[in-house]
């Protein structure tokens, strides 16, 4: 099972975060609560844990690149006791395209 790696919300008035540093690579396995990436905002730099043990299937992100909260920055694999345990819904395949306007 899949769930999406987010970009989280790091204070009230934060829109958006650079990522400065990548902890992680996909393949890697990783553990409930474990840093895997460090971002900054204009006030301040933050890591970002995961919440859940698996596997980083996919990283969708780049180091300078910033992206706004709850952006998919990735996804993990994860065993469906992780998800429930963490109270997350997996997802089993991607969202169908949207159609163009």
């Keep these: 099972m899949r769930i999406p790696i987010l970009m989280p919300q790091l204070g ?19 553990q409930a609560d ?10 301040a730099t933050m890591s970002v844990t995961i919440p859940c043990s698996g596997t980083v299937a996919e990283l ?25 345990r963490a109270g997350l819904a997996p997802i089993d395949s991607p969202p169908p395209a949207a159609s163009p306007s």
Excluded: N
């Design 60 to 84: 969708h992100c780049r180091i300078g690149d910033s992206y706004p909260v709850g952006a998919t920055l990735g996804f993990l694999t994860v065993t469906a006791d992780e998800a429930a």
């Design 12 to 30: 009230e008035s934060i829109a958006e975060a650079t990522i400065v540093r990548l902890e992680v690579a996909p393949g890697a396995v990783v």
């Design 34 to 43: 474990q840093e895997i990436m460090e971002v900054e905002t204009q006030k």
